[in-house]
């Protein structure tokens, strides 16, 4: 099983940026595709941005080149940089851990959840 804690959440005015990191423990990280998925209220959860085991990356349609999402097999540790936010990014933000290590977009393909970091933007 794996513990995925996420950070770096917050409040920011459009335009302007956020990094959100996610802590794993427990199964090998580096076997594991990694992604972030968002959930806006009263909306159904969706995919952001994923990365496998080797690296390669694949990116929602509506956050293609503003976010950016990396690995840090060292840390045990995922990133998403999220450039030139605007306000329909407001969102709680999850990451969550694939045991496959294949990158894939549907929620049912990931195992192990985090509980969930606030993104706020501003207009």
């Known amino acids: 099983q794996v513990q995925l804690v996420e950070s770096g959440g917050g409040l920011v005015q459009a335009g302007g940026s956020l990094r959100l990191s996610c802590a794993s423990s427990?199964?090998?990280?580096?076997?594991?595709?990694m992604a972030w998925f968002r959930q806006a209220p009263g909306k159904e959860r969706e995919f952001v941005a994923g990365i496998s085991r080797s690296s390669t990356t694949d990116y929602g349609d509506s956050v293609k080149g503003r976010f950016t999402i990396s690995r840090d097999n060292a840390k045990n540790t995922v990133y998403l940089q999220m450039n030139s936010l605007k306000p329909e990014d407001t969102a709680v933000y999850y990451c969550?851990?694939?045991?496959?290590?294949?990158?894939?977009?549907?929620?049912?393909?990931?195992?192990?959840w985090g509980q969930g970091t606030q993104v706020t933007v501003s207009s």
């Open positions: 427990g199964r090998t990280f580096v076997t594991n595709a």
């Open positions: 969550a851990a694939d045991y496959s290590g294949w990158l894939r977009r549907p929620t049912y393909a990931y195992e192990s």
